[in-house]
C-alpha cells in the first residue's frame, strides 16, 4: 500500500509544484496591470462634433445674430444722417451769425455817426434833448442785440466744446 500511496504523494507534490509555478507567472503578469491599464486608456483632448450639428449650430448662430446687427447697423446709420443734418444747421447758423455780427459792427459806427450828426446840429433845447434820448435808444438796442448774439455765439461754442468732449470721451 505504500507503493500505491508514494505514487499519489508525487503527484500531489507535481501539482503543487505546478500550481506555485503559475501562481508566480500569474503574479508576475498581474503586478503590472494597474500600469497597463493607465497607458491603454485613451483620453479624449477633443471633442469631435459631426458636421451636420456644426452647420446647424452656425445657422443658429447667424439667424440670432443678423437681426441685430441690421438693427445696430440702421441705428448708427441714422445716428451718421442726423449728426451731418445737425453740422450743416450748425454750420448754417454759424454763417448767419457771422452775417449778423459783421452786419452789426456796421450799424454800430452808423449809430456813432447818427450821434455826432445830432451834436452837430442846432436846435431847441428840448428837441435836441428827445434827440439825444432816441440816439441813447437806439444805442441801447443794438448794444442789446449785440450781447444777445454774444450770449448765442457763446452758448454754441459751450455745446460744441461738451460734444467735443463726449466725442473725445466716447472715443476712448
Known amino acids: 500500500m505504500s507503493a500505491s500511496l508514494t505514487g499519489c504523494v508525487s503527484s500531489l507534490h507535481a501539482s503543487t509544484t505546478t500550481l506555485q509555478s503559475s501562481i508566480s507567472i500569474l503574479d508576475s503578469g498581474v503586478a503590472d496591470f494597474p500600469r497597463l491599464s493607465k497607458v491603454l486608456q485613451t483620453t479624449r483632448h477633443f471633442h469631435l462634433l459631426p458636421e451636420s450639428s456644426l452647420s446647424a449650430a452656425q445657422a443658429s448662430l447667424l439667424s440670432t445674430i443678423t437681426p441685430e446687427l441690421s438693427a445696430l447697423l440702421a441705428r448708427a446709420e441714422a445716428h451718421v444722417q442726423k449728426m451731418a443734418r445737425r453740422e450743416e444747421g450748425l454750420v448754417a447758423r454759424a454763417e448767419l451769425l457771422q452775417g449778423r455780427l459783421g452786419g ?30 432816441a440816439l441813447r435808444l437806439k444805442q441801447m438796442r443794438q448794444r442789446k442785440e449785440r450781447l444777445s448774439f454774444a450770449v ?21
Not at 446840429?121 to 434833448?129: H, N
Not at 448765442?152 to 476712448?172: H, I, P, Y
Open 104 to 133: 452789426g459792427g456796421g450799424s454800430s459806427s452808423g449809430g456813432n455817426n447818427a450821434n455826432s450828426g445830432a451834436r452837430s446840429g442846432s436846435g431847441s433845447g428840448s428837441g435836441e434833448k428827445a434827440g439825444r434820448e
Open 152 to 172: 448765442e455765439r457763446l452758448s454754441l461754442q459751450a455745446q460744441q466744446r461738451e460734444r467735443q468732449l463726449r466725442m473725445s470721451v466716447a472715443g476712448r
